[in-house]
């Protein structure tokens, strides 16, 4: 019977090394990060992104829901846990990048009913063009075996939105110029392609994710400080075991697509 990996957000569970992938992207000016949630942006390339701003890249988020259902107990106000996940993901936004973090874009469409529409990808195609990303990252929404629909969603509306920005003729309306990044890296790749070294900066991902203090129960599982610290060390081993086959202390993994 086929094994299938836990279902834990972000990174993938630590495989053979394929033999054609490549290393470390040159350091963007400008990365755009879109994410389904607030805390999703963390898990899928929050190493990254602190590398890249440590060494000069403006760094922008996009959150398309409003993770309004980001929570176990089912008498939770959503609307006051929608705001406080913004001032969470704000916060995460700044301690990945610091004096480089860039504008954070909430799009606030409701939290597990996001749909792929014109809309939607014309949003996010105005932000591209307005931002001008040298490199977009988002969800793999090719994961075999994900259920989340948002997840999916997602990644096909960064997809989308990708081209429609590089186009002159898509949203005409939008009065932009067309924007081609150089590359898209999509994490929790159902086949990655791509590995970036990320030593040295698992620390930055961690207290970033450690922002988003209302998902401590229902995502990260931990409540107390023994869990806490079990979470740091799951994600550090990940990151490790992710890195070894090529020679790093740490990576992150991602689906690269270059020819855009
Ligand atoms: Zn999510």
């Known amino acids: 019977m086929m094994e299938r990996a836990p279902n834990e957000p972000g990174q993938p569970t630590p495989a053979a090394a394929p033999v054609d992938v490549s290393l470390t992207l040159d350091v963007p000016a400008v990365a755009l990060a879109i994410g389904a949630h607030p805390d999703d942006v963390e898990f899928g390339c929050g190493a990254t992104l602190a590398k890249w701003a440590a060494e000069g890249c403006i760094v922008h988020h ?9 929570t176990w107990d089912p008498l939770a106000d959503t609307v006051e846990l929608a705001a406080r996940r913004e001032d969470e993901q704000c916060e995460a936004a700044r301690r990945l990048a610091g004096d480089n ?3 954070v874009a909430f799009l606030r469409y409701v939290d597990g009913e996001l749909e792929v529409t014109r809309e939607a990808t014309g949003r996010l195609a105005r932000l591209i ?10 969800h793999d929404p090719w994961k075999r075996y994900r259920l989340h629909p948002d997840h999916r969603h997602a990644g096909v509306l960064t997809c989308d939105a990708v081209v429609a920005a590089r186009d002159p003729h898509f949203f005409r309306e939008h009065d932009l110029p067309p924007h081609r990044p150089s590359a ?11 590995v970036e070294d990320v030593s040295g900066f698992v620390d930055r991902k961690l207290a970033a994710l450690e922002a988003h203090t209302s998902q401590f129960e ?5 409540i107390d400080a023994v869990q806490i610290a079990a979470f740091r060390t799951r994600i550090r081993e990940r990151l490790a075991a992710l ?6 202390v740490a990576a992150e993994l991602f689906a690269r697509i270059s020819d855009l």
């Open 129 to 138: 063009r307005e931002l001008q990303p040298d490199v977009v990252l988002g």
């Open 218 to 222: 229902s995502t990260m599982k931990a």
């Open 243 to 248: 890195g070894e086959p090529y020679g790093l």
């Open 184 to 194: 898209l890296l999509l994490w929790e790749a159902d086949t990655a392609n791509h």
């Open 101 to 103: 973090a860039g504008s």
């Open 62 to 70: 996009v959150v398309l829901t409003d993770g309004s259902k980001g």
